[in-house]
């Protein structure tokens, strides 16, 4: 009697045990890559590093995505985000709303959920998301952010930022136009105005909000905000680019989704399924290099 009540016992344990581990497989199922070109790799949470060789690959809670010289790869997220990431970049994948970027060049494209609150974490600032789109670096050409739409809200993980702001001339061209047929009095009037309105205003701030077409540049604690130039619009549609049709209709799926927000957040269309189109579950997805040589 104690045997049977013994078996019985290990047999639900074994059950729930199962079960448990399903339902956590489910909950950090973060997203899917969707576009991979050049040598990209993901690396777990107990270090095992896999190759990214075609797209479908699921991502997870803790992994991180990395792109070696040449490679770049195209992530959808289902709460609603679409990351590109260049070459010699990488992210992890925090919890559902949260990533980090942790080098390289970032594109991030964000759809509206209103009331839930979005973050991606740097090594020098902490963005506050709703629905924006933006460009991260960090690398050799400096650490920075550009906002092509939206908002970010942008916080220091340390002491305040020291904020240097130029005001920028939207006026100039009403004022040009007026005095067009005075040429070099304009243009003393123009360098006038040109010195009034570029004067730098400094401010110390834990957090400010980044508006739309604007570009900062951190340097330590010390942030510099400049009008957004054709070189950086040129680097959105280089990525946007590369994103192609996929973006297209990530956008589609995103003015749908404002427009009926009771729709699901994400693209999975069932979330129990196990990594990638496998048809053995036992296949491992990539070729797993071993991480201990």
């Known amino acids: 009697?104690?045997?049977?009540?013994?078996?019985?016992?290990?047999?639900?344990?074994?059950?729930?045990?199962?079960?448990?581990?399903?339902?956590?497989?489910?909950?950090?199922?973060?997203?899917?890559?969707?576009?991979?070109?050049?040598?990209?790799?993901?690396?777990?949470?107990?270090?095992?590093?896999?190759?990214?060789?075609?797209?479908?690959?699921?991502?997870?809670?803790?992994?991180?995505?990395?792109?070696?010289?040449?490679?770049?790869?195209?992530?959808?997220?289902?709460?609603?985000?679409?990351?590109?990431?260049?070459?010699?970049?990488?992210?992890?994948?925090?919890?559902?709303?949260?990533?980090?970027?942790?080098?390289?060049?970032?594109?991030?494209?964000?759809?509206?959920?209103?009331?839930?609150?979005?973050?991606?974490?740097?090594?020098?600032?902490?963005?506050?998301?709703?629905?924006?789109?933006?460009?991260?670096?960090?690398?050799?050409?400096?650490?920075?952010?550009?906002?092509?739409?939206?908002?970010?809200?942008?916080?220091?993980?340390?002491?305040?930022?020291?904020?240097?702001?130029?005001q920028e001339m939207d006026e100039f061209e009403a004022f040009k136009q007026q005095a067009r047929e005075q040429q070099q009095a304009l243009k003393k009037e123009f360098d006038d105005y040109r010195n009034r309105m570029q004067h730098e205003f400094v401010e110390y701030k834990k957090n400010f909000t980044l508006e739309a077409d604007h570009v900062i540049r951190f340097d330590g604690t010390r942030v510099d905000e400049t009008a957004m130039d054709d070189n950086t619009r040129a680097e959105f549609a280089a990525f946007e680019q590369e994103a192609g049709d996929l973006l297209t209709e990530f956008r589609k799926k995103a003015s749908e989704h404002r427009e009926n927000p009771e729709q699901p957040q994400g693209e999975q269309e069932n979330p129990e399924q196990p990594q990638g189109e496998q048809e053995n579950p036992e296949q491992p997805q990539g070729e797993q290099e071993n991480t201990d040589h």
Do not use: C
């Not at 924006?132 to 908002?151: H, P, R, S, W």
């Open 1 to 166: 009697m104690n045997h049977y009540l013994i078996r019985n016992a290990l047999v639900l344990a074994s059950m729930f045990v199962f079960l448990q581990a399903g339902v956590a497989g489910a909950e950090e199922f973060r997203g899917k890559v969707v576009k991979v070109k050049g040598d990209v790799h993901v690396i777990d949470a107990q270090g095992n590093r896999t190759r990214v060789d075609d797209s479908k690959f699921l991502v997870r809670e803790l992994d991180t995505i990395v792109t070696d010289k040449g490679g770049n790869v195209i992530v959808q997220f289902n709460d609603g985000a679409m990351t590109v990431l260049d070459e010699k970049s990488s992210l992890q994948v925090e919890k559902t709303n949260w990533l980090s970027h942790l080098g390289g060049k970032i594109y991030f494209t964000f759809r509206k959920i209103f009331g839930q609150p979005r973050q991606v974490k740097t090594a020098f600032a902490t963005l506050g998301v709703r629905g924006t789109t933006f460009i991260v670096y960090n690398n050799e050409d400096g650490k920075g952010v550009a906002l092509a739409e939206g908002q970010l809200e942008v916080e220091s993980p340390g002491p305040d930022f020291e904020i240097h702001r130029k």
